[in-house]
């Protein structure tokens, strides 16, 4: 396994990779086909072939507002106060939507941020909004998990991502995606199975509960609509043999699981037939995607070769960065995932070497690294 502190770096230049692999300056983002979106990269002369930097490969809003997050808890630092890092985070985001130009930032994350009064008392609080199911809490929130990867650090993971998702996203669905994203992202820091991480969700969403309920803030508004996240968890996690009653997990898929079959059934996870579009299905489809890539050629102790997580790798993005649907979210979600687990052993190095803000990604990774793991 890769140390720490290159999973770390991996984690931040991989999603970015993602993202702009999966935007692909807006061609492929707005894409309702994977097999168009295949053809199209075969013809550029596949994965190992394509320098993802400027002017083609532009990061979208997803990476500006990860880099939000993350450059707003390494600034706060271990200081004590909560209010502080929810002050400055709100500060970022507010920020980070001055950066959007050829971007194409959600109308949610516009709106919340107008709506943030920075400076004020819980200033970061906005109205619950009923419309506030997008993926844009989901796509920013991985390197929460970064900074509380540990066990004991669960409750402190939750409020911070509840809060930063619901400073734009204030509703169950929305902010949920950004609290699993964070948790996903810590159990690959922490090494733990991929096929088990769904077993983690109903501890994850019980604390999530605890947290909204002790903030007092539109309790009863989240309370009336908090149910459907996890209940359209459960459904995937049984489609795929992964419910936390599962003693021995291991994934099911279908027998014809290509491309147009993905699309169908990626589309069948949406609220409104645009997959990846929301807090829970932009993570599921990260998740989904994975899990096929980890389920690929390893024996229990092997150790991987480089060709083999490449291997992996390719199908990972072919999975969950190139589909019908909001592929830059699920991508940036899926390649901090993988970068936490495996590094970027495998990886071609065009894919991640020229990065549109490599120097912030990997200032933000060592720091994130330094406050989480002091002495690596």
């Known amino acids: 396994m890769a140390s720490v502190r290159d999973r770390y ?28 979106i295949h053809s199209e990269l075969t013809q550029l002369g596949g994965l190992a072939a394509l320098r993802l ?17 993350g450059e707003g808890l390494t600034r706060h630092g271990n200081g004590e106060s909560k209010e502080e890092l929810f002050q400055l985070l709100a500060a970022n985001y507010v920020e980070a939507m ?17 709506q943030l009064r920075l400076g004020q008392p819980h200033g970061y609080h906005i109205p619950f909004n009923p419309e506030g199911t997008g993926c844009g809490a989901a796509m920013r929130s991985m390197c929460i998990g970064l900074r509380y990867p540990k066990k004991e650090q669960l409750e402190e993971l939750v409020a911070v991502s ?11 669905i929305g902010y949920l995606g950004g609290v699993v994203a964070a948790l996903f992202t810590s159990l690959a820091v922490r090494g733990e199975e991929v096929a088990t991480w769904g077993q983690f969700i109903p501890t994850v969403l019980t604390a999530a509960w605890k947290y909204v309920k002790s903030t007092g803030f539109c309790v009863s508004e989240n309370l009336a609509v908090w149910s459907e996240f996890g209940e359209r968890w459960e459904r995937y996690l049984s489609s795929r043999n992964l419910l936390p009653s599962s003693s ?29 579009r929301s807090g829970h299905d932009a993570a599921m489809i990260a998740y989904d995607g994975l899990l096929v890539a980890e389920m ?47 590094g970027l052993s495998g990886v071609p190095p065009k894919n991640y070497d020229h990065l549109e803000y490599i120097e912030r990604l990997e200032r933000t990774a060592e720091g994130l690294l330094t406050l989480a793991w002091p002495g690596e």
């Not at 959007?100 to 919340?112: A, H, Q, V, W």
Request: with cysteine; proline share 6%.
């Open 53 to 69: 930097t400027l002017p083609d490969w532009p990061v979208s809003d997803d990476t500006v507002l990860h880099l939000a997050t």
């Open 9 to 36: 770096r991996a984690s931040l230049l991989l999603a970015a990779a993602g993202d702009a692999l999966g935007y692909r300056n807006a061609r492929w983002e707005y894409c309702e086909s994977a097999a168009v």
């Open 296 to 342: 690929q050629g390893k024996r229990p102790g092997e150790n991987e070769t480089d060709a083999q997580l490449g291997n992996k790798w390719e199908t990972l993005c072919l999975h969950a960065m190139l589909h019908g649907g909001d592929s830059d979210s699920t991508g940036t979600i899926a390649g901090a995932w993988w970068g936490a687990l495996h």
């Open 248 to 276: 021995a997990p291991s994934p099911r898929f279908p027998s014809d699981y290509g491309a147009t079959a993905r699309d169908e059934a990626y589309r069948a996870l949406s609220l409104k037939g645009w997959a990846g």
């Open 98 to 114: 001055t950066d959007m130009e050829g971007r194409k930032p959600g109308p949610t994350s516009i709106l919340g941020t107008s």
């Open 162 to 172: 509840v809060e930063s998702g619901r400073m734009t996203h204030h509703h169950p």
